[in-house]
Nanobody, 122 residues
Framework: QVQLVESGGGLVQAGGSLRLSCAAS????????MGWFRQAPGKGREFVAA????????YSTDSLKGRFTISRDNAKNTVYLQMNSLKPEDTAIYYC???????????????WGQGTQVTVSS
């Protein structure tokens, strides 16, 4: 059974940092694009960032570039999201996802985690 399990969320003050992790099991995703999405209260799910199978190419929302960085460790079957200079508007549930293809950009998101809550206080 394929599982994506996020961790690392929590409560942080504005200006602080968090590092989210997404550990995959039941399948080796070393040949799949991995990504992060988020959903703020009362809003739809929003794309955050994606990384290709090798980690050599990343793709992210323009408004988050410079603050959020996606990376991966295929040996650990894990993808990360480093979030710096956090703002209250970054408050959301953050979801990890795995795509069916190896390269970015993609819309073929097939597997999803349950999400981890990130709350940024002002």
């Amino acid at each position: 059974q394929v599982q994506l399990v996020e961790s690392g969320g929590g409560l942080v003050q504005a200006g602080g940092s968090l590092r989210l992790s997404c550990a995959a099991s039941g399948h080796t995703f070393s040949r799949n694009t991995m990504g992060w999405f988020r959903q703020a209260p009362g809003k739809g799910r929003e794309f955050v960032a994606a990384i290709n199978w090798s980690g050599g190419t990343t793709y992210s929302t323009d408004s988050l570039k410079g603050r959020f960085t996606i990376s991966r460790d295929n040996a650990k079957n894990t993808v990360y999201l480093q979030m710096n200079s956090l703002k209250p508007e970054d408050t959301a549930i953050y979801y990890c996802a795995a795509a069916l293809n190896p390269d970015v950009p993609t819309r073929r998101w097939a597997y999803w985690g349950q999400g981890t809550q990130v709350t940024v206080s002002s």
